[in-house]
């Protein structure tokens, strides 16, 4: 394994060097959290991008920085140095208001506890997530439809997060990122509730639904076996990325 230096370390890519077709770049990224007097630098001096339309997997154990580089990718966090790059935008120069849009329209979002609101049905969950978007009510109806069906969870619908699975609920949450049309979709640790042959499935779906609608995916996961799943792999050890060797093609 060697460590990712530069920008040699293109995400998505057999080659490396730093490409104009980049969707992600992070530059010089450091990430450090406050506790009173004491400094915890979770990411260090981060150099990293990921190309439109790859699909790459971070590992690291608990507390690494995975959900730490997920959130600053997705917006939902600033760097405390460096910049995080989207589609050319430097994110930490928006405004909060531009960052928030940012999220609702152009990021797909998949956590590991599915996040579905008891209350909704399985379609009620993605339209409601839907409605902080300006499309209108009838776009955001077929939209919600056309990203259950391509679950293969339409004929579920009606039906609420206690009466499916975890794997379906899970399913949901996939569906309910993918409604957006998002160019990027995080995942994390999107099995990680799920035994492995489920986990298996929710994986293989991710990788369907990215080359079908073209969508960028970043999963940040702790189980090296999802990792035959991706076009690249990357390790976090010590705040910093560390390229890891697709040993597996089990998944393409």
Same mark, same amino acid.
């Given at each position: 394994m060697a460590v990712l230096s530069s920008f040699e370390a293109g995400l998505g890519t057999r080659g490396g060097g730093r490409s104009e077709d980049a969707l992600v770049r992070l530059d010089h990224?450091?990430?450090?959290?406050?506790?009173?007097?004491?400094?915890?630098?979770?990411?260090?001096?981060v150099?990293?991008?990921?190309?439109?339309?790859s699909f790459t997997v971070v590992l690291g154990v608990s507390g690494s920085g995975k959900t730490t580089l997920l959130n600053l990718v997705a917006g939902l966090d600033v760097p405390s140095s460096g910049e995080v790059f989207?589609?050319?935008?430097?994110?930490?120069a928006l405004s909060e208001r531009a960052?928030?849009?940012?999220?609702?329209?152009?990021?797909?979002?998949?956590?590991?506890?599915?996040?579905?609101?008891?209350?909704?049905?399985?379609?009620?969950?993605?339209?409601?997530?839907?409605?902080? +978007?300006?499309?209108?009510?009838?776009?955001? *109806?077929?939209?919600?439809? $056309?990203?259950?069906?391509?679950?293969? &969870?339409?004929?579920?619908a009606s039906r609420f997060p206690s009466q499916l699975s975890g794997g379906e609920q899970q399913r949901v949450a996939i569906a309910r990122a993918l409604?957006?049309?998002?160019?990027?979709?995080?995942?994390?640790?999107?099995?990680?509730?799920?035994?492995e042959q489920t986990g298996r499935g929710v994986m293989t779906l991710l990788q369907d639904l990215r080359r079908r609608h073209r969508a960028t995916l970043v999963v940040a996961t702790h189980n090296p076996?999802? +990792?035959?799943?991706?076009?690249?792999?990357? *390790?976090?050890?010590?705040? $910093?990325?560390?390229?890891?060797?697709? &040993?597996?093609?089990?998944?393409r």
């Open positions: 990224v450091s990430k450090r959290y406050q506790d009173g007097q004491i400094a915890t630098e979770v990411l260090t001096d150099h990293m991008q990921i190309e439109r339309g989207v589609d050319g935008r430097a994110l930490s960052r928030t849009e940012f999220r609702r329209t152009a990021v797909g979002i998949v956590f590991q506890y599915y996040n579905l609101l008891p209350t909704l049905t399985a379609l009620e969950n993605i339209e409601a997530a839907l409605e902080i +978007t300006p499309l209108p009510a009838g776009e955001i *109806r077929d939209r919600s439809w $056309r990203s259950l069906e391509a679950v293969g &969870l339409g004929s579920k409604a957006k049309e998002p160019a990027l979709i995080v995942a994390d640790e999107p099995t990680g509730n799920l035994d076996v999802m +990792t035959s799943f991706a076009d690249r792999v990357v *390790r976090i050890e010590h705040g $910093r990325m560390v390229d890891v060797p697709i &040993l597996a093609e089990a998944g």
